[in-house]
């Protein structure tokens, strides 16, 4: 995936900052449109006093990680497929090269 493509699943596009669905962000919302406060919380926490459009430590919470699909995995047990060792009921070597000249005689 290159990086055209990325920005383009990653950004919002409504204009909003990239920090609303960042896993790395905290945001702090009061009940006016302009009451709002945008923490960084990667590496150490820090203030972000404008909208973000991109970020190199950009992670999407809303898509589940790798342990979150392993853990939602639907496990389906199945026994291994054992081919049988030694000298068990088998083809013979002469069965098995008369099989062979009977295929060869029918492709002539």
Known sequence: MDDQQLLVLTKPADGRSLCRSCYWSHVQKGYRESEEAVFCCFGRMRSVPFKVRDCTDFFN???????DMEEIALIIPVEPRRKTIGFGEGVSGAEEAEEEEDYVSRME
Do not use: D, F
């Not at 919470?61 to 342990?67: F, G, I, Q, Y």
């Open 61 to 67: 919470k809303n898509l589940p990680t790798r342990k």
